[in-house]
């Protein structure tokens, strides 16, 4: 049998995450035992071809082990986008929550998910410099000043994005018009981290 890490992962709070005794990686749900009640991770579970053991070379059971996966999902661990930056460290089961909002996962050009036009993506820090260099005609708004619209018919419909850096925060400002409600929107979203600030707010004229 493989000799255990020794650089075992630590949870912030101090607790160490148990190892699956196959494959010596971080346990994950969910954990099924075998007949003898060895508990494997997840992977190891799904890719045991025939389905025994391999500490005991007793049959695999579909009983779940409860206990530990609580453990496991109460377990304090810090974000998967650690490596580039993000300090926030969290309970196991508000990862997925966190990651939709964390500022260093890679999210796509705002401009290309509306109007198709850019196919960049990456880290929430770096989308100020990439709008400064390809869309500085949708970036260049002074945060005290308006935006003025020109050449805007209201009997067509039409779209107008800009991204505003305020601070550490970054704002989407859209404007569209839609002729088939006879409606004019603007919308102010905040891109980031909610818990900074409240997300979205929408006024409509
Ligand atoms: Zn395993
Ligand atoms: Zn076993
Ligand atoms: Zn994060
Ligand atoms: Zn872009």
Redesign the pocket.
């Known amino acids: 049998m493989a000799k255990a890490k020794v650089n075992k992962k630590i949870a912030a709070v101090g607790v160490e995450l148990p190892e699956?005794p196959?494959?010596l990686?971080e346990m994950s749900t969910p954990i099924y035992q075998c007949l003898t009640g060895h508990s494997?991770?997840s992977?190891?579970t799904t890719n045991l071809r025939p389905p025994f053991c391999p500490l005991c070379r007793q049959a695999m059971t579909q009983t779940r082990n409860w206990q530990l996966e609580d453990m496991i999902e109460r377990a304090t661990v810090p974000c998967p986008n650690k490596l580039a930056g993000c300090v926030y460290t969290m309970v196991n089961m508000e990862v997925e929550d966190h990651l939709k909002e964390c500022i260093f996962r890679e999210m796509a050009c705002p401009l290309g998910a509306v109007f198709g036009k850019c196919s960049w993506s990456g880290k929430l820090n770096a989308m100020s410099e990439h709008f400064k260099e390809r869309h500085p005609d949708n970036f260049n708004v002074d945060p005290d000043a308006g935006i003025t619209i020109n050449n805007t018919s209201v009997t067509a419909d039409d779209r107008h994005m800009y991204l505003v850096a305020q601070n550490k925060f970054l704002f989407i400002i859209s404007f569209k018009i839609d002729t088939m409600q006879k409606m004019a929107y603007w919308a102010v979203q905040h891109i980031g981290n909610k818990n900074l600030l409240n997300s979205t707010f929408t006024r409509y004229m």
């Open positions: 699956c196959v494959c990686e494997l991770c992977t190891c």
